[in-house]
């Protein structure tokens, strides 16, 4: 299937421009966690032992069923699941773009002398 191809309107200079910001903004998403995990570290221990994969349990059992906000409010419970799963589905589309273009394509492409297209076509 045909389908647009990737940066087709930006030269060399404008896709390690994308590329420069996508990795900056990963170095500031990593920087955020530094900073809650040092923040962490400092507080005091539970008296208790942490029961780790209940917590994950819970915690994934929470953000699929987005219970908190559907036993508050019915309605904007359903709409965020909607869009929660929408963007859910939006970045599972996008990882898989980035996976064919990124490294599967080029990978390919010193083989075959093809690069740029999503569908592999070129």
Same mark, same amino acid.
């Given at each position: 299937?045909?389908?647009?191809?990737? #940066?087709?309107?930006?030269?060399?200079?404008?896709?390690? #421009?994308?590329?420069?910001?996508?990795?900056?903004?990963?170095?500031?998403?990593?920087?955020? =966690?530094?900073?809650? #995990?040092?923040?962490?570290?400092?507080?005091?221990?539970?008296?208790?032992?942490?029961?780790?994969?209940?917590? =994950?349990?819970?915690?994934?059992?929470?953000?699929?069923?987005?219970?908190?906000?559907?036993?508050?409010?019915?309605?904007?419970?359903?709409?965020?699941?909607?869009?929660?799963?929408?963007?859910?589905?939006?970045?599972?589309?996008?990882?898989?773009?980035?996976?064919?273009?990124?490294?599967?394509?080029? =990978?390919?492409?010193?083989?075959?002398?093809?690069?740029?297209?999503?569908?592999?076509?070129?």
């Amino acid at each position: 299937m045909e389908t647009r191809e990737l #940066f087709w309107s930006l030269g060399t200079s404008g896709i390690a #421009f994308f590329y420069v910001v996508g990795i900056a903004s990963m170095g500031v998403f990593l920087w955020g =966690c530094w900073r809650h #995990f040092a923040k962490y570290r400092h507080g005091t221990s539970l008296p208790v032992p942490l029961d780790l994969m209940a917590g =994950c349990r819970r915690m994934v059992s929470d953000l699929m069923t987005q219970r908190t906000l559907v036993r508050r409010d019915h309605f904007a419970g359903m709409a965020h699941t909607g869009i929660f799963f929408g963007f859910v589905i939006a970045a599972i589309g996008t990882a898989t773009i980035t996976l064919e273009y990124d490294f599967l394509d080029r =990978c390919s492409a010193s083989n075959s002398g093809r690069a740029g297209s999503i569908s592999g076509s070129a």
